[in-house]
């Protein structure tokens, strides 16, 4: 990728401009990404074409994530042209699904695509239980069993032991957008586990941001909910350090 230097900034993203992969189903990142961003912070996306949504069975979502990472390359070249300052993908699955080996695979080549540093939904969501000193989690999902177990596996290959889980057992991509928020906050209700430090929520087509850092509050521990985990750990990255008491601890005190 050719980045020109002018000398001048975009002049809505002057402090940075953001590149966000979602999958097409996806319709809740970009608006909670757009409700969190600071003054002077951009977001571009594009899609990674998710062909069949329906994750009734394990079978069928281990298809589905397979056949779409075939599309994350042009969507990262087609990013790149914008010339981001950093990418994020903005999905769970796809950064869990094939442990931390995968995700570091999926990171590099993200890089390479577009040659600026990558945050993908894993990443984020640990740099975030590093920054809080949580090893003991409880955690809420909309998948099936496997996604439940991908995501478990995931955590406990890096040190964090998962104490609870609650899944909302979403039947396909575009319902996980269908949860409401008394389904959500009722999730985290079931989650919380006195010998938890943290509650985690993953599923980026979750809307869940609002609702965790409420959540905080009633069950007093920390609720990370992993789109505002991402979009912390991307800030940060870039040396964006504002601070927001609307969001949750990570925003509030990192």
Not at 136 to 158: C, H, I, M, W
Not at 204 to 230: C, D, M, Y
Request: charged content about 25%; some cysteine.
């Amino acid at each position: 990728m050719i980045r020109e230097d002018t000398g001048s900034r975009d002049a809505l993203g002057y402090r940075a401009k953001l590149g966000v992969i979602v999958p097409s189903t996806n319709t809740i990142v970009e608006p909670e990404y757009y409700q969190m961003a600071p003054p002077g912070v951009t977001i571009v996306a594009d899609r990674m074409e998710l062909f069949d949504g329906d994750l009734r069975t394990g079978a069928k979502m281990d298809a589905a994530l397979e056949k779409m990472r075939g599309t994350m390359e042009h969507a990262a070249r087609c990013l790149a042209t914008a010339q981001i300052d950093l990418l994020v993908l903005g999905m769970s699955a796809e950064s869990f699904w094939w442990g931390r080996g995968g995700n570091d695979e999926i990171t590099a080549k993200l890089r390479a695509w577009t040659g600026v540093d990558a945050v993908t939904g894993s990443t984020g969501m640990l740099e975030g239980l590093r920054a809080i000193g949580a090893e003991r989690v409880s955690l809420l999902t909309p998948y099936n069993e496997l996604g439940d177990q991908k995501v478990v596996a995931f955590l406990e290959e890096a040190g964090v032991r998962v104490l609870g889980l609650h899944s909302l057992r979403c039947p396909t991509a575009v319902s996980i957008a269908h949860a409401t928020e008394a389904e959500i906050r009722d999730g985290f209700r079931h989650c919380d586990r006195p010998e938890a430090q943290a509650i985690v929520q993953v599923g980026t087509n979750l809307s869940a941001v609002r609702l965790a850092a409420a959540a905080e509050g009633e069950f007093g521990k920390p609720v990370l909910a992993i789109n505002a985990a991402v979009f912390w750990a991307a800030l940060r990255r870039l040396g964006i350090a504002d601070r927001r008491s609307d969001l949750g601890i990570l925003f509030r005190e990192h």
